[in-house]
């Protein structure tokens, strides 16, 4: 086996002097030859080195007035709805996308730092019993922005066929003898845990496996499924495409948010037109386990 020297997409940045996301895009066009370890995608030295080498014996053609280059519109978020949605953008608008998979608190503040154009969001505040807006209001400040729906879905816990372990509500989470499998810290299934845990006061270090992450809906539905947990937290698509019960417990607004600025306003547009199409409805209710009647609909427009 080589053991040659790799980076990740984050060494790479630095090396290269330049952002991240210009980094994924030379990913995506097939400039930078990447592979996998698990989820990470990592580079060889070798083959960084010789895109540098490319890149320094061809010159530099010179930018055209008539023809700028395009930002690549950043859309962040997980559920396979976003995919989707990404694909009619680059069609109809003509511009590239780029996918994030952050949970929804991380794709927030990337998109308050500048890093993201969409952000999708389903974050429960205990407080109000409101989702997204309490957090947008508080981390967009200074950011006109606009809140669209997108869907709504059930949220609740994953469990082995047939519920052996007979749980039904958020209090059963103080059974000393459940293990848990959790999400990662910002994401928004992990707010919603964290929250009803202390609406619920019930102490988080009393639940085996809390501190147990993984990055995805699917990758906690399929530790309950393959026994290495007993419940996880998230939507019900999940729990039907691994194959194991759901137990809801919240319908969870999914929203869409931008930034109101002169850059987005086609992309503002656009979206909003799409959203409340027909025919993007029904492909979307086509998918299962979604709720579309609001999709379209602004549930919030900063000034």
């Known amino acids: ?14 090396l290269l002097k330049v952002s991240k996301l210009t980094v994924y895009d030379l990913v995506k066009k097939g400039d930078l030859p990447v592979f996998r370890v698990g989820r990470q995608m990592r580079m060889t ?26 930002k690549p519109i950043v859309i962040s978020g997980q559920d396979m709805v976003l995919d989707i949605l990404s694909n009619h953008i680059e069609e109809h608008l003509q511009q590239k996308t780029l996918r994030s998979y952050s949970g929804s608190l991380n794709s927030l503040i990337a998109m308050y730092n500048g890093e993201c154009d969409v952000v999708s969001l389903h974050m429960f505040d205990g407080d109000t019993g409101e989702y997204n ?17 997108l869907l709504s879905r059930r949220a609740g816990f994953y469990v082995q066929k047939g519920n052996p372990q007979k749980l039904s509500s958020w209090e059963d989470l103080a059974n000393g003898e459940l293990r848990l499998v959790n999400r990662e810290k910002g994401s928004g299934a992990r707010i919603l845990l964290d929250e009803q845990l202390r609406l619920h ?24 499924a393959s026994n290495s947990a007993d419940v996880g937290i998230g939507i019900e698509k ?64 900063s000034h």
């Open 133 to 149: 807006l309490p957090f947008t209001k508080k981390i967009l400040v200074g950011h006109p922005h606009i809140v669209i729906r």
């Open 238 to 301: 999940a729990a039907t495409m691994v194959g194991i019960d759901f137990i809801p417990l919240i319908n969870e607004c999914y929203d869409l948010v931008i930034l109101k600025n002169a850059q987005n306003r086609a992309l503002i547009e656009y979206v909003t037109k799409l959203l409340c199409s027909s025919s993007f409805q029904a492909k979307i209710e086509a998918l299962g386990n979604y709720d579309i009647s609001e999709m379209g609909h602004i549930v919030y427009e």
């Open 45 to 70: 030295a070798s083959d960084l080195n010789d895109y540098i080498q490319s890149q320094t014996a061809r010159p530099t053609p010179p930018i055209s007035a008539a023809e700028p280059t395009a």
């Open 201 to 224: 006061h019930i102490p988080p270090h009393t639940i085996y496996g809390y501190d147990h992450e993984e990055s995805s809906h699917l990758s906690v539905a399929s530790a309950v």
């Open 1 to 14: 086996m080589s053991n040659e020297l790799s980076y990740t997409i984050e060494e790479v940045a630095k």
